[in-house]
């Protein structure tokens, strides 16, 4: 399996950078279901960027790789006036165990890995407004590779999942809804989210990746996507906020869920029951 990604900083520290986007490369191979052979990296910065802090990003990114159990095998580097930096990653999957988008089945139940509010917090701290501690817990967040949840995925069965990154929850979860042709319900009380991030998003830190992706969800599904009117917009909006290196949505089938927790506790992922699959086709986040 093969996939690319690469972004600007979402933090100060180059070292911190460059393994954030190195996790957030590799989780696409995990959303899989696979494991990490090998990647490239892929970066442009401006000319006279200081050689120290471009070294920085590369070992934070192969330092990321070699904890995953691959190799930096090369990569290439642009001039470029907007630093930016990723990694064209190789991974494997037995054909037969692959993670797919189009898995769900009515009745599988669904379990979120990591706790939502990157994106708003990383958006905050560029505008100096998130506190060293927040900005702190969404680094330890976005550091965190889904290796281990995507291993406690493949025991319990699980034949689809996705990981959480620039599309949102909601734009995530749509990408399966069409593939599968059914229905998702998340209960919004059970969503998982990092310290202080739900205050940054009552103060409007929102990315410009939280307003497109709640306009494309709601002209794909039109009144197929149902949001209880009871909720806190804040709360709606970090469903539909961009995540940076965010967890794994997976949908385990019912036979197999009350085994769960238990299957990440142990492998130390993160394991939060969100939601289920239902026959009708659509959206509904409710209370």
């Not at 996790?23 to 696979?34: E, F, L, R, T």
């Not at 100096?128 to 290796?147: E, H, Y």
């Not at 995507?150 to 959480?164: C, E, N």
Request: aromatic fraction near 6%; charge should be negative; charged fraction near 20%.
């Amino acid at each position: 399996v093969e996939t690319v990604d690469f972004f600007p900083p979402v933090v100060d520290d180059p070292y911190t950078w460059g393994a954030v986007a190195a996790a957030n490369a590799m989780s696409d191979v995990y959303a899989m279901g696979g494991e990490v052979l090998l990647a490239l990296a892929v970066a442009g910065f401006p000319r006279d960027f200081p050689k120290s802090v471009i070294a920085d990003v590369f070992r934070g990114g192969a330092d990321k790789v070699a904890e995953a159990g691959g190799v930096v095998a090369g990569g290439h580097t642009v001039v470029d006036n907007e630093p930016k930096y990723g990694l064209c990653v190789t991974g494997r999957v037995h054909p037969d165990r692959i993670f797919l988008k189009g898995g769900l089945r009515p009745g599988d139940r669904l379990f979120l890995s990591k706790p939502l509010g990157t994106g708003v917090i990383t958006t905050a701290a560029k505008n100096d407004a998130a506190p060293p501690d927040v900005l702190a817990g969404a680094v330890t967040s976005m550091l965190q590779l889904n290796r281990a949840a995507a291993q406690a995925a493949a025991a319990l069965g699980v034949r689809a999942a996705t990981d959480i990154t620039g599309f949102g929850l909601l734009g995530h979860v749509l990408e399966m809804v069409e593939a599968s042709g059914a229905g998702v319900e998340l209960e919004a009380a059970r969503l998982p989210v990092l310290a202080g991030a739900l205050a940054l998003a009552e103060a409007g830190h929102w990315s410009g990746g939280m307003r497109r992706n709640r306009r494309h969800v709601e002209a794909v599904l039109g009144p197929a996507l149902a949001i209880d009117a009871e909720l806190a917009p804040a709360l709606v909006g970090l469903c539909f906020e961009s995540e940076t290196s965010g967890g794994l949505l997976v949908a385990v089938g019912a036979e197999h869920a009350a085994r769960a927790p238990e299957e990440f506790a142990r492998r130390g992922a993160g394991c939060w029951e969100v939601g289920r699959v239902v026959a009708e086709r659509g959206i509904r986040l409710r209370r």
